[in-house]
């Protein structure tokens, strides 16, 4: 249902697993490395995970998920390493008989993700420098998330 992996993300295959005849509604979510980060340019990021506690708790929000919302299926995979720009990071797919459910569900998971599971990014910028994030859509401007809990940040480094 959640899986940590190392291996570049298919998100064909992804889709294939959860097929089903009963679904009338699917719903998919691909977050990709983008070029740019609070107006500088990304090179590239590095992923990393807590994999054990990680594939737990992405598998619990999974399984809530399904309890939440009527859903038929749902899997996420969520990728590690170093990934250049364009490359898929995360992907969450979900299959139901109705499409609010699947939207919904959909959002669910990987608005949690985000916020529950152990993973960490750190973003490669243009000008020499990198930083590790960890909920870096929690502080953009207006973003109201539904938990309550600290705003993330980046902190930065010089490499010399």
Partial sequence: ????????I????LRESILDPAAGGFCSFEGWVRNH??????LSLEYEAYRSLAEKEG??????????????HARCQHRVGSLAIGELA??????????DAAFDACRYIIDEVKFRVPIWKKEHFA???????RCDHCHEAGHRHHHDHGHGQVHHARHG
């Fill in 1 to 8: 249902m959640f899986a940590i992996v190392t291996d570049p």
């Fill in 10 to 13: 298919d998100p064909h295959a």
């Fill in 37 to 42: 980060h609070q107006g500088q340019a990304v």
């Fill in 59 to 72: 598998t619990r929000i999974v399984h809530e998920a399904r309890e939440r919302f009527e859903i038929l």
């Fill in 90 to 99: 995360v992907g969450v797919i979900v299959a139901a008989a109705h499409r």
């Fill in 127 to 133: 000008d020499g420098t990198s930083g590790w994030v």
